[in-house]
T-cell receptor
Framework: KQEVTQIPAALSVPEGENLVLNCSFT??????LQWFRQDPGKGLTSLLL?????REQTSGRLNASLDKSSGRSTLYIAASQPGDSATYLC???????????FGKGTSLLVTP | GAGVSQSPRYKVAKRGQDVALRCDPI?????LFWYQQALGQGPEFLTY????????KSGLPSDRFFAERPEGSVSTLKIQRTQQEDSAVYLC????????????FGEGSRLTVL
């Protein structure tokens, strides 16, 4: 079974810092990888989707990279803002199925 | 999340009660997923529908959990004789229009079993 791990579990940074969230997965035979944001008491908001053939995707201040061979993805957030405070979840869609396998998330706090 | 509507948003049930959670996806979406998210954890797959057919129910934790989608649109997740360990957020998801495999989630139904 695909295992997805996210490090760190929690992160607190001052406003304006650039930061990197890490995601690793055990089975490199993936279809795609998706990063989500979850605010307290809310559902998941899709941030970026990277297909297995792609190396990275960018949206605004967010950049996600994928290294399939090493089983890793990173989410880079530039010039962090207090509004970025949320839990960030990484999810992998494996070739062997269609259900997403999620990590436990990284809880981010950006302080003013 | 891409027009996926879930109700109720919050449900408190006494242990042993039956509950029904509803997912109303964007019209025309063939695929529909249910996930369960316990506190502090990532979502876990429960079940998958393609139209009205339930193609995979391997994630349902026990036979007290039942899901249906009789007309291939609205789906209901039913939990019979609720237990405290059923307390979680239940999320419904459908793919986007672009056929990229991207999933869009509803706001979820938070179930608390006392």
């Amino acid at each position: 079974k695909q295992e997805v791990t996210q490090i760190p579990a929690a992160l607190s940074v001052p406003e304006g810092e650039n930061l990197v969230l890490n995601c690793s997965f055990t089975d490199s035979a993936i279809y795609n990888l998706q990063w989500f944001r979850q605010d307290p008491g809310k559902g998941l908001t899709s941030l970026l989707l990277i297909q297995s053939s792609q190396r990275e995707q960018t949206s605004g201040r967010l950049n996600a990279s994928l290294d399939k061979s090493s089983g890793r993805s990173t989410l880079y957030i530039a010039a962090s803002q207090p509004g970025d405070s949320a839990t960030y979840l990484c999810a992998v869609n494996s070739n062997s199925g269609y259900a997403l396998n999620f990590g436990k998330g990284t809880s981010l706090l950006v302080t003013p | 999340g891409a027009g996926v509507s879930q109700s109720p948003r919050y449900k408190v049930a006494k242990r042993g009660q039956d509950v029904a959670l509803r997912c109303d996806p964007i019209s025309g979406h063939v695929s529909l997923f249910w996930y369960q998210q316990a506190l502090g954890q990532g979502p876990e797959f429960l079940t998958y529908f393609q139209n009205e057919a339930q193609l995979d129910k391997s994630g349902l934790p026990s036979d007290r959990f039942f899901a249906e989608r009789p007309e291939g649109s609205v789906s209901t997740l039913k939990i019979q004789r609720t237990q405290q360990e059923d307390s979680a957020v239940y999320l419904c998801a459908t793919p986007g229009q672009t056929n990229t495999g991207e999933l869009f989630f509803g706001e979820g139904s938070r179930l608390t079993v006392l």
